[in-house]
């Protein structure tokens, strides 16, 4: 019951404004009656059955064919799971769909959703938020905090109380092939700055945040959803690195904390067992070590970097017995509900430990206003996930986190009686920035790598504007990497000419470029209308660049 009761002060502490600690809210007496006694009478209403019930967050798609609708309607209305996570495409049917079935529930569902960079994340008619990285390099926190305070209040609109986010991961590794843009950074103190902001903009609105993905995601070269990743590093390094976000934000009252599925043999010394099934890692670290009271939600469960190794239900059993609280996306609920049951029928696991993880969950439907449940509108949905404030909000964003990584005071600011060329690298679309920039300056050229390299143009007569553009808008794990092409033309072309380099893409694509004979090198993070119009100004001198560069390069 200990759990229990500071998980309850972590949800009344949470939803103070940026500028307050959580400290400064006072938990009256009152609150802490009504939230305990709907608790208590919930969860004293329950048979065994739908106690551990509440333990499963099942994925529901409305995308899928009939089959797949009939099976999550039997899950929720027969076998009485605990919550579903929205994954695609059409947010109104899913909230059509969500209406129906939380009219059919005993206890309301927690309803989650992948929300990183906002409901676009899963649903393709809502506005899509800048990702982390570029959140990242912003110098005003509160930006991120706005950011996410949208995010939390388009969640809400649609039903969601739970958004999967954020990503705390200290992205060290350039070659990480999952998280890369999702983290703010390589600087662990900024991303816990950014983390903290985000994770307050979310609770202002009271949707719960998961800070994922324990105990630390960064340093990986393989995506857990097709391996299992292993990371060799010593705990003196985990304490210093990975696990500072964790254990900064535990002190912030974080509601939620997501395990990944990766091998730590510092912790775990079973090469088979992620942490999302380590009991050494989830109760002994993060429980015991590292004192953590909030709810514990495994990665996707159907995941191959614990998958591979275990079948689905044996899976569930084994997070749950590890010290998880909830199971997401469980493809094997009724198998793992009777490997729980029996577990806890003869005693393997304590009652006093299935109480622990359903009364915090109750709470947090509680903290949510699940308590008093209401429908959501369908009228104008659409509208209002697509409004006119937040995509100002986003155009303030991209303009904020553009950075200056150089300059040279004899080439910056772009000077209009100087002749420059353009030169576009990579396959993505560049066309607005060439029109805003050959409407600033009227003699600019486009040309290309063979135009250049036939000595036409003079460098003593011309200057360089190199644009590195990809697609970075339809994925987050779009590939950084530059053709040896673009990175051999940046390398060669920059010592014959006075050269600006403006980068459309993530900042890894700098690795492997001598930067040293770069005149001007500005950074925009994402190619997009935004960024194409934006940086314009900085070219000119108009605006000032503000943000800093959130990961380290050169290595």
């Given at each position: 019951?200990?759990?229990?009761?500071?998980?309850?002060?972590?949800?009344?502490?949470?939803?103070?404004?940026?500028?307050?600690?959580?400290?400064?809210?006072?938990?009256?007496?009152?609150?802490?009656?009504?939230?305990?006694?709907?608790?208590?009478?919930?969860?004293?209403?329950?048979?065994?059955?739908?106690?551990?019930?509440q333990l499963f967050i099942v994925a529901a798609y409305v995308n899928k064919d009939s089959k797949h609708i009939e099976e999550v309607t039997h899950l929720v209305e027969k076998e009485h799971i605990g919550g579903l996570i929205l994954m695609q495409d059409d947010i109104l049917k899913q909230v059509r769909w969500v209406n129906k079935l939380q009219n059919?529930?005993?206890?309301?569902?927690?309803?989650?959703?992948?929300?990183?960079?906002?409901?676009?994340?899963?649903?393709?008619?809502?506005?899509?938020?800048?990702?982390?990285?570029?959140?990242?390099?912003?110098?005003?926190?509160?930006?991120?905090?706005?950011?996410?305070?949208?995010?939390?209040?388009?969640?809400?609109?649609?039903?969601?109380?739970?958004?999967?986010?954020?990503?705390?991961?200290?992205?060290?590794?350039?070659?990480?092939?999952?998280?890369?843009?999702?983290?703010?950074?390589?600087?662990?103190?900024?991303?816990?700055?950014?983390?903290?902001?985000?994770?307050?903009g979310l609770q202002s609105q009271k949707i719960l945040s998961s800070a994922k993905h324990f105990p630390g995601h960064g340093d990986t070269d393989v995506d857990s959803h097709l391996g299992m990743p292993v990371l060799n590093h010593s705990r003196a390094r985990f304490d210093s690195l990975e696990l500072y976000p964790f254990r900064e934000l535990i002190?912030?009252?974080?509601?939620?904390?997501?395990?990944?599925?990766?091998?730590?043999?510092?912790?775990?010394?079973?090469?088979?067992?992620?942490?999302?099934?380590?009991?050494?890692?989830?109760?002994?670290?993060?429980?015991?070590?590292?004192?953590?009271?909030?709810?514990?939600?495994?990665?996707?469960?159907?995941?191959?970097?614990?998958?591979?190794?275990?079948?689905?239900?044996?899976?569930?059993?084994?997070?749950?017995?590890?010290?998880?609280?909830?199971?997401?996306?469980?493809?094997?609920?009724?198998?793992?509900?009777?490997?729980?049951?029996?577990?806890?029928?003869?005693?393997?696991?304590?009652?006093?430990?299935?109480?622990?993880?359903?009364?915090?969950?109750?709470?947090?439907?509680?903290?949510?206003?699940?308590?008093?449940?209401?429908?959501?509108?369908?009228?104008?949905?659409?509208?209002?996930?697509?409004?006119?404030?937040?995509?100002?909000?986003?155009?303030?964003?991209?303009?904020?986190?553009?950075?200056?990584?150089?300059?040279?005071?004899?080439?910056?600011?772009?000077?209009?009686?100087?002749?420059?060329?353009?030169?576009?690298?990579?396959?993505?679309?560049?066309?607005?920035?060439?029109?805003?920039?050959?409407?600033?300056?009227?003699?600019?050229?486009?040309?290309?790598?063979?135009?250049?390299?036939?000595?036409?143009?003079?460098?003593?007569?011309?200057?360089?504007?190199?644009?590195?553009?990809?697609?970075?808008?339809?994925?987050?794990?779009?590939?950084?990497?530059?053709?040896?092409?673009?990175?051999?033309?940046i390398n060669s072309l920059s010592k014959k000419y006075s050269t600006t380099l403006c980068n459309f893409i993530s900042p890894y694509s700098l690795n492997g470029i001598n930067l040293d004979h770069i005149k001007n090198i500005f950074l925009t993070y994402q190619n997009n209308n935004y960024t194409q119009t934006s940086i314009i100004n900085i070219l000119?001198?108009?605006?000032?660049?503000?943000?800093?560069?959130?990961?380290?390069?050169?290595?």
């Amino acid at each position: 019951m200990k759990n229990v009761i500071s998980l309850f002060c972590i949800f009344l502490l949470s939803g103070s404004s940026y500028s307050q600690k959580h400290a400064d809210k006072v938990i009256t007496i009152n609150e802490q009656k009504k939230a305990s006694a709907w608790v208590d009478s919930t969860y004293n209403s329950l048979t065994l059955d739908d106690k551990i019930a509440q333990l499963f967050i099942v994925a529901a798609y409305v995308n899928k064919d009939s089959k797949h609708i009939e099976e999550v309607t039997h899950l929720v209305e027969k076998e009485h799971i605990g919550g579903l996570i929205l994954m695609q495409d059409d947010i109104l049917k899913q909230v059509r769909w969500v209406n129906k079935l939380q009219n059919n529930v005993k206890v309301p569902l927690l309803i989650g959703v992948d929300g990183e960079w906002g409901l676009a994340q899963r649903f393709s008619e809502t506005i899509k938020f800048p990702w982390a990285m570029t959140l990242g390099a912003l110098t005003n926190d509160t930006l991120v905090y706005q950011v996410a305070t949208k995010i939390a209040k388009h969640c809400k609109r649609a039903g969601i109380n739970w958004d999967f986010a954020p990503v705390v991961d200290i992205n060290i590794n350039p070659n990480n092939p999952i998280i890369g843009n999702r983290s703010f950074g390589s600087d662990k103190y900024n991303v816990v700055r950014k983390a903290n902001a985000y994770i307050e903009g979310l609770q202002s609105q009271k949707i719960l945040s998961s800070a994922k993905h324990f105990p630390g995601h960064g340093d990986t070269d393989v995506d857990s959803h097709l391996g299992m990743p292993v990371l060799n590093h010593s705990r003196a390094r985990f304490d210093s690195l990975e696990l500072y976000p964790f254990r900064e934000l535990i002190k912030k009252n974080i509601e939620g904390i997501m395990v990944a599925h990766l091998n730590v043999p510092a912790y775990e010394k079973n090469k088979k067992i992620p942490a999302s099934l380590s009991y050494e890692i989830i109760t002994k670290l993060l429980k015991e070590r590292l004192g953590y009271k909030g709810m514990i939600i495994t990665d996707a469960l159907n995941m191959q970097g614990v998958a591979k190794n275990f079948p689905f239900g044996e899976m569930d059993y084994l997070a749950f017995k590890a010290g998880n609280d909830i199971l997401l996306f469980s493809q094997g609920v009724k198998t793992g509900k009777e490997k729980i049951k029996d577990a806890l029928v003869k005693g393997e696991i304590p009652m006093s430990r299935l109480e622990e993880s359903v009364k915090k969950i109750l709470f947090a439907k509680y903290h949510a206003g699940l308590c008093n449940y209401q429908p959501i509108s369908e009228t104008n949905l659409i509208k209002d996930l697509n409004d006119k404030e937040s995509e100002v909000l986003k155009e303030k964003v991209f303009t904020a986190a553009l950075t200056e990584l150089k300059t040279d005071k004899n080439h910056y600011p772009l000077n209009k009686k100087k002749k420059y060329l353009f030169l576009p690298l990579e396959d993505g679309d560049y066309h607005l920035f060439y029109r805003n920039l050959k409407e600033k300056y009227p003699i600019l050229q486009q040309v290309t790598l063979e135009q250049l390299s036939s000595g036409k143009y003079d460098s003593k007569e011309f200057e360089l504007i190199i644009g590195i553009f990809k697609d970075t808008e339809t994925t987050v794990y779009y590939s950084h990497k530059l053709s040896n092409v673009s990175k051999n033309a940046i390398n060669s072309l920059s010592k014959k000419y006075s050269t600006t380099l403006c980068n459309f893409i993530s900042p890894y694509s700098l690795n492997g470029i001598n930067l040293d004979h770069i005149k001007n090198i500005f950074l925009t993070y994402q190619n997009n209308n935004y960024t194409q119009t934006s940086i314009i100004n900085i070219l000119d001198g108009s605006l000032k660049a503000q943000g800093k560069i959130p990961i380290t390069i050169g290595k």
